[in-house]
T-cell receptor, first 116, second 114 residues
Framework: GAVVSQHPSWVICKSGTSVKIECRSL??????MFWYRQFPKQSLMLMAT?????????EQGVEKDKFLINHASLTLSTLTVTSAHPEDSSFYIC????????????FGDGTRLSIL | AQSVSQHNHHVILSEAASLELGCNYS??????LFWYVQYPGQHLQLLLK????DPLVKGIKGFEAEFIKSKFSFNLRKPSVQWSDTAEYFC????????????WGLGTSLAVNP
């Protein structure tokens, strides 16, 4: 149980394009989803927290107009990297949390984004 | 500032050796504590967690961790490692009032030689 599916797993695109990453909870309802970014040899950096039906809460230093997050349903959140540039290349990971208390986050497989 | 420190960045062990990975967090009141593991090519998986109660927590695959409040530590242990334990291990802390946001350590890369 508690499977989180993230798609795509790997994307390469040209500078200036927008890229959408999907995060789905397959067998549970995720009231909260988290988006992380991970640089090589570094820890996970939380970008934003999204709650179903409301605006995402962005961490300090994360551009909300650059990284658009939508959490339209209890099983789907999307991260759109708008007008991507090479410095946006990274590994993006989503996690989802059930609505019950004292439940851990469940993680997707991550998306490797490479901007040329 | 809230922070999590993992002391060992790379650990190499032989099979059957005992393992202890250190994790310390900065003071911040009530905390929930987690250890996650990431096997090669796979997503992060929960090993064990501590919310309250017995400070010695047992997780999957023979792992355990002990919460020592006075030392702000949550070290991960396994008495006898296997080759299949080769993975990246992350300690994470949720501070009360932080809206379930996790603060992550840098991770420890464990390699177990057969």
């Amino acid at each position: 149980g508690a499977v989180v599916s993230q798609h795509p797993s790997w994307v390469i695109c040209k500078s200036g394009t927008s890229v959408k990453i999907e995060c789905r909870s397959l067998d549970f309802q995720a009231t909260t989803m988290f988006w992380y970014r991970q640089f090589p040899k570094q820890s996970l950096m939380l970008m934003a927290t999204s709650n179903e039906g409301s605006k995402a809460t962005y961490e300090q230093g994360v551009e909300k107009d650059k990284f658009l997050i939508n959490h339209a349903s209890l099983t789907l959140s999307t991260l759109t990297v708008t007008s991507a540039h090479p410095e946006d290349s990274s590994f993006y990971i989503c996690s989802a949390e059930e609505g019950r208390s004292n439940q851990p986050q469940h993680f997707g497989d991550g998306t490797r984004l490479s901007i040329l | 500032a809230q922070s999590v420190s993992q002391h060992n960045h790379h650990v190499i062990l032989s099979e059957a050796a005992s393992l202890e990975l250190g994790c310390n967090y900065s003071y911040g009141g009530t905390v929930n504590l987690f250890w996650y593991v990431q096997y090669p090519g796979q997503h992060l998986q929960l090993l064990l967690k501590y919310f309250s109660g017995d400070p010695l927590v047992k997780g999957i695959k023979g792992f355990e961790a002990e919460f020592i409040k006075s030392k702000f530590s949550f070290n991960l242990r396994k008495p006898s490692v296997q080759w299949s334990d080769t993975a990246e291990y992350f300690c994470a802390v949720n501070y009360a009032g932080n809206n379930r946001k996790l603060i992550w350590g840098l991770g420890t890369s464990l390699a177990v030689n057969p």
